[in-house]
């Protein structure tokens, strides 16, 4: 049976009872088949498994998206159970942020691109939350998704800057039969956003260029933040209606 501990002591009382390897999967909850994914991993590789709920307020730089996110406790917690997950970290803010975020980690560069430039102060929340999660859990390994591919960067960047003691391990985008990224925001889809939200990956996938991309989506009524090529990958960030969808290819 999956227990849950709700604060960091309680968390940390039981984690040294424990032995073995621990996979993590840290999230904020409304686990999809995309959360299941990461957990089947960590169960594959590892004694035990352990996953995190907590919608973490200081990655929110819009009030309005931390009060909509959804939550499902009853539909995580049997998810947790159904994959044999050994204990859900389920905190809440005031054990979290004992210092009210007087504190953080912040990274000076790649945190200021894409989703950084048009979300400020999101990845300090981001860094300092995973930071905080890997310091109770004390993980061998921590699964990440793809889909959120600027987050696993610099996360693992993170893990190396201050010699953390364990391997993130990406995981490739889960999707729908319809290309649409597996992401707990789809909830918040109306019938009409749904039907038209699989044209972000076709538009990433499709164009010859990020413009190409960029204009096909604005053409289709899609608010685009950006569609921007790095590397190897090609990043979109778009809204429809009040949803802000992310997406990521290999190119």
Known sequence: MTQVLRSPAEFQAWRRKQSGTVGFVPTMGALHTGHEELIKQARKNNDLVVLSIFVNPTQFNDPKDLEKYPQTWDQDLAMAERNNVDAIFFPRYPEMYPDNYRYKVSENDYSNLLDGAHRPGHFDGVLSVVMKLFNVVRPTKAYFGE???????????????????????PVPTVREEDGLAKSSRNLRLSPEEREKAPAIFKAITKSKTAAEAAASLSAQGFIVDYVTDVGNRRFVAAKLGEVRLIDNVQI
């Open 147 to 169: 889909k959120d591919f600027q987050q696993l960067t610099l996360i693992q960047g993170m893990v190396e800057s201050f010699f953390m003691d364990l391997e993130v391990v």
